[in-house]
T-cell receptor, first 110, second 114 residues
Framework: KAGVTQTPRYLIKTRGQQVTLSCSPISGHRSVSWYQQTPGQGLQFLFEYFSETQRNKGNFPGRFSGRQFSNSRSEMNVSTLELGDSALYLC?????????FGSGTRLTVV | AQSVTQLDSQVPVFEEAPVELRCNYSSSVSVYLFWYVQYPNQGLQLLLKYLSGSTLVKGINGFEAEFNKSQTSFHLRKPSVHISDTAEYFCAVSGSGSARQLTFGSGTQLTVLP
């Protein structure tokens, strides 16, 4: 059974640009969550999608958005990038309350 | 609101010694508890989970944890650690409804010394 796949693994962007990250969940999982990991703030919840609907949202500015497609794949978008957006972005797919994480996308904003 | 406190940010221990990583949680609703491990430049791997039932939970790689509702704790233990256990460990809690998401502690860096 394939795990959670996140692409790309690494990204370097310039301040002010926008970025889109992709996540393919485990087959059959309809829930996808996104988390941001930074040395200063630790692991913080961004949002969760279930059957193409945002079910829950963390405390992040509107520059952070996401969506889920009918095949459960999810994307998150960050617009007008700031230096502080540099982080490891982790995607998790879940079933029966168990969350399985991908390897993450390391975003560096310069 | 739910929260998790990992009491030790760093735990050094010698190889083959026992280890306990401490985790306390706060939640006003029923909780589900997890321990994850993260190796450098990787994602989070689930070590074990408490959803219901027996309060002693066994996980992968010889780890176990005990859910203590009265002390709101979920400490992680291993009787004998290996060099390969060196990693960062995260305790997490999730609830129901709008509290369904995982809330993580700040992590404990376990360093196993030869």
């Amino acid at each position: 059974k394939a795990g959670v796949t996140q692409t790309p693994r690494y990204l370097i962007k310039t301040r002010g640009q926008q970025v889109t990250l992709s996540c393919s969940p485990i087959s059959g999982h309809r829930s996808v969550s996104w988390y941001q990991q930074t040395p200063g703030q630790g692991l913080q919840f961004l949002f969760e999608y279930f059957s193409e609907t945002q079910r829950n949202k963390g405390n992040f500015p509107g520059r952070f958005s996401g969506r889920q497609f009918s095949n459960s794949r999810s994307e998150m978008n960050v617009s007008t990038l700031e230096l502080g957006d540099s982080a490891l972005y982790l995607c998790a797919s879940s079933s029966d309350r168990v969350y399985t994480f991908g390897s993450g996308t390391r975003l560096t904003v310069v | 609101a739910q929260s998790v406190t990992q009491l030790d940010s760093q735990v050094p221990v010698f190889e083959e010694a026992p280890v306990e990583l401490r985790c306390n949680y706060s939640s006003s609703v029923s909780v589900y508890l997890f321990w994850y491990v993260q190796y450098p430049n990787q994602g989070l791997q689930l070590l074990l989970k408490y959803l219901s039932g027996s309060t002693l939970v066994k996980g992968i790689n010889g780890f176990e944890a005990e859910f203590n509702k009265s002390q709101t704790s979920f400490h992680l233990r291993k009787p004998s650690v290996h060099i390969s256990d060196t990693a960062e460990y995260f305790c997490a809690v999730s609830g129901s409804g709008s509290a369904r998401q995982l809330t993580f502690g700040s992590g404990t860096q376990l360093t196993v010394l030869p």
